[in-house]
Nanobody
C-alpha cells in the first residue's frame, strides 16, 4: 500500500510559477513510476507528466511540454511538478499517482495509487 499526499497548490496569476509536491509513504517509493494528472471542472482527468523510477526518463503532455518539469527525490519519497509560465487553462486539481510500471505511463489505468489532489488556480 502506498499513500500519496499532494501539496503546494494555490492561486497565482498568468505567467507565474508554482511547484506542487507529492510525498509518498508505505512501500518503497523508488519501485514506482510516478505521474501527474489534472482535472478541470467538467472535464476528464488528463495526463500531464510522468517520470521513471530513477528520474532519468520523463515524458510530458504536449500542452505543458517546455513549461512544466517533473522530478523526483527518492531519498525524500517525493515527486515534484514545477510549473512555469502558467496559463488560465492550467487551472485544475492536480493529482499525483504511483504505477508499478517503473518506467511510468501516460495511461490512467496503469496507476495503482492516487493522491487526493491539490487545487491550482491561474487567474488571467
Amino acid at each position: 500500500q502506498v499513500q500519496l499526499v499532494e501539496s503546494g497548490g494555490g492561486l497565482v496569476q498568468a505567467g507565474d510559477s508554482l511547484r506542487v509536491s507529492c510525498t509518498a509513504s508505505g512501500r518503497t517509493f523508488s519501485s514506482y513510476g510516478m505521474g501527474w494528472f489534472r482535472q478541470a471542472p467538467g472535464k476528464e482527468r488528463e495526463f500531464v507528466a510522468t517520470i521513471n523510477w530513477s528520474g532519468f526518463s520523463t515524458y510530458y503532455a504536449d500542452s505543458v511540454r517546455g513549461r512544466f518539469t517533473i522530478s523526483r527525490d527518492n531519498a525524500k519519497n517525493t515527486v515534484y511538478l514545477q510549473m512555469n509560465s502558467l496559463k488560465p487553462e492550467d487551472t485544475a486539481v492536480y493529482y499525483c499517482a504511483a504505477s508499478s510500471s517503473v518506467g511510468g505511463s501516460v495511461r490512467r489505468i496503469d496507476y495503482d495509487y492516487w493522491g487526493r489532489g491539490t487545487q491550482v488556480t491561474v487567474s488571467s
